[in-house]
């Protein structure tokens, strides 16, 4: 199923403005959605397509996408570290509010160009292959996953990029069940390096995500990891090296595919 699956940057020609919780989209379905949606898709969608169209202008892309014939499988969303630290970009979430999400207006910014960025550094905000709304999910560990991130080395190096930077966490069976990040491991296969390791700021309050941080900390204890420690976030990284066209990285072999959803601090069926 997966040979003929495409990976390529999100042009203007289909811009993904909301994310895949709810299974693959295509053209055709993208701007469906049920009237009982918890989400306001509606409205999001007004903020989301400007704002990702503008990015996409000024950057060449802000997103890498895996495509299965007209269907969008799966998605590597990334933003210039400069833009994130921007007044109103807020968590830079699509299908959430400020201030998880970008302000109503943030599309209107003037965004800084590459050349003018000091820190020439890419942020990944989320990478997804399939959903967990899917029982059975055709598109996990099917090498997905490392072929978007692969995508993006390749495209930030010969973009000008210096280095990416991604979230992770423990090696955890939650962590690829509910949220947006991935494992440490996953990044580290792909030459990525720990440069940072803090304890999350949205994890530290029990009570307000008592549910994942339980399931968090059981699972941790289960394989011998503090459980202070399994809500931690690690900034993983890798600094780029230009080579013309393409970029030079410190790439393994091939690395497993994995599926990665919900932001634990939006729940289930939200990015």
Not at 119 to 145: A, F, W
Not at 166 to 194: C, M, N, Q, R
Not at 249 to 257: D, M, N, R
Request: aromatic share 8%; charged share 25%; with cysteine.
């Amino acid at each position: 199923m997966t040979e003929g699956i495409v990976i390529e940057p999100m042009t203007e020609e289909f811009i993904l403005w909301r994310c895949l919780h709810g299974g693959p989209l295509s053209r055709g379905t993208i701007d469906q959605w049920s009237d009982d949606s918890s989400l306001p898709l509606d409205r999001h969608r007004r903020r989301n397509l400007p704002l990702l169209t503008r990015l996409t202008r000024v950057y060449g892309a802000c997103a890498i996408v895996a495509r299965d014939g007209d269907r969008i499988v799966g998605q590597l969303r990334f933003y210039p570290k400069a833009v994130c630290n921007m007044k109103g970009a807020g968590g830079l979430c699509l299908q959430q509010d400020a201030p998880a999400g970008p302000t109503a207006d943030f599309a209107e910014r003037e965004f800084p160009p590459l050349a003018e960025i000091e820190d020439k550094t890419l942020v990944v905000h989320c990478l997804m292959t399939g959903t967990s709304l899917q029982k059975e999910n055709p598109y996990q560990r099917k090498g997905i996953g490392s072929r978007l991130a692969r995508a993006l080395i390749d495209w930030a190096g010969a973009q000008g990029w210096e280095r990416i930077e991604a979230d992770a966490f423990e090696d955890l069976p939650i962590i690829y069940e509910i949220t947006g990040s991935a494992g440490h491991t996953f990044w580290e296969k792909l030459g990525f390096h720990v440069a940072d390791r803090h304890p999350h700021p949205d994890l530290q309050d029990a009570g307000q995500f008592d549910e994942f941080v339980r399931r968090l900390e059981e699972q941790a204890g289960s394989i011998g990891i503090p459980p202070e420690r399994a809500r931690d976030r690690l900034v993983m990284r890798l600094d780029l090296i230009p080579t013309g066209p393409a970029i030079q990285s410190q790439w393994p072999t091939e690395v497993e595919g994995h599926l990665s959803l919900p932001d634990p601090r939006h729940g289930r069926g939200s990015p």
